[in-house]
């Protein structure tokens, strides 16, 4: 009976869990609404919003999963894909309604390096501690690899465009500049390419090629499984959570930026793409830690291909709708420059299909660096 009494509620033994920790940030979800209320300083709002999308993009994560699990694979397949990246595509559409255009470039870019270097880097870390190396499948990483790659090139052309026949590139401390049409268009252009290759890409990874692209061994179901019902309920109440926190990170991070003495730029690109996948980054490093590292690089490699593929075309059919104007694919420099460089890492590490911790110090010294350079400009 003693023995009973001294083990600890459930819930608070789902907290301490590798999934439950981010609930442990719930309560800066009514303190953030409570401090954007009440007009504190920006730079409080913005950093307490931002730890309350965790734990709203972590119930949007297992909610989605819930669903997946009990929707075959197909079905499962399309739900992952498409709620993925919510969180992060939510941020960017209020930040889209708000005109800040530069900052929606940043955080798409941040989000693919990120997942790259970062994400990957760590995982490559933790998961090669006491392990000579780690394997993985080659020819599903190569293909995601590739297929990032192609998508990169096409995000590139508006940009390449404009440095060419128009006024040049963008400084990374604009916030919304006014292009020509024909960037306009030729953004627009692209963004539909890009939608019908992600939709071809579904048709490859779920259907014809299902087996390449779902490892066994994925993560535990940790707890009791959801029903539909309640899978549904929570997915519906992540996604308010998500829009008001988004909508209250979004309105301050102007004045946040200006406050801590960092651009508009270096949050969009490091600190809105960490936050928006901070839940999917932790699971991508767990796994890794457990050897599965098939796991990890789908997940990293994965997440970053369908930014390219999906976000960001979304988010530039949405600028016709949303805000001040059209939103073309026009990057500055440091964003084309460090996009391609860990495209071609991501390609490189990937190609070899193994892996150990010194590679992983190398990908996050890179992360750092670019994180520097883009703090400094």
């Known amino acids: 009976m003693s ?5 600890p509620p459930q819930w608070r033994r789902f907290l301490l869990t590798s999934s439950g920790w981010p609930y442990l940030l719930v309560p800066f979800i009514p303190l953030a609404i409570a401090l954007d209320l009440a007009h504190v300083s920006p730079t409080v ?3 307490s919003s931002a730890l309350g999308v965790i734990p709203t993009a972590a119930l949007m994560g297992r909610a989605t999963e819930e669903l997946a699990a009990r929707s075959g694979p197909g079905i499962g397949g399309l739900l992952n894909v498409t ?3 919510a969180p992060e595509l939510i941020i960017a559409l209020f ?3 708000a005109g800040l255009h530069e900052v929606v470039k940043a ?4 989000s693919v390096i990120g997942n790259i270097l970062l994400v990957l880097g760590a995982s490559m870390f933790v998961g090669g501690l006491g392990r000579a190396r780690q394997v993985f499948n080659r020819t599903s990483a190569s293909a995601q690899s590739s297929m990032l790659l192609l998508a990169v090139v096409a995000l590139m052309m508006p940009a390449i465009f404009e440095l060419v026949e128009g006024k040049g590139l963008p400084g990374p401390g604009s916030e919304r500049i006014v292009y020509d049409s024909t960037v306009e268009h030729l953004s627009l252009a692209v963004a539909v390419v890009l939608m019908l290759s992600y939709v071809a890409g579904l048709v490859f990874s779920l259907r014809t090629h299902r087996d390449l692209f779902n490892p066994e061994g994925g993560e535990e179901h940790e707890g009791e499984p959801w029903s539909v019902r309640r899978s549904v309920g929570a997915l519906a109440l992540a996604g308010v959570a998500v829009g008001v926190m988004s909508e209250i990170l979004v309105g301050s991070i102007s004045e946040a930026a200006t406050s801590i003495g960092l651009t508009e730029f270096f949050v969009g690109a490091i600190v809105v793409a960490i936050v928006g996948n901070a839940a999917e980054h932790w699971v991508a490093v767990l796994v890794a830690r ?3 590292m098939d796991l990890a690089v789908n997940i990293a490699i994965g997440s970053s291909a369908q930014i390219a593929l999906f976000v960001a075309p979304v988010l530039v ?3 016709f709708a949303l805000g001040p104007g059209p939103m073309p694919l026009v990057f500055n420099g440091f964003e084309l420059g460090a996009v391609f460089l860990a495209v071609l890492i991501a390609i490189h590490v990937t190609s070899e299909g193994e892996s150990n911790w010194f590679e992983g110090i190398q990908l ?3 992360y750092a660096v670019v994180a520097l350079a883009f703090a400094f400009a």
């Open 45 to 47: 709002i913005f950093f």
């Open 317 to 319: 059919l949405a600028s």
């Open 107 to 110: 955080s798409i870019i941040g």
């Open 364 to 366: 996050l010294a890179v």
């Open 3 to 7: 023995a009973a009494r001294s083990q």
């Open 95 to 97: 930040a889209l309604e």
């Open 290 to 292: 457990k050897d599965k």
């Open 83 to 85: 709620f993925g990246n």
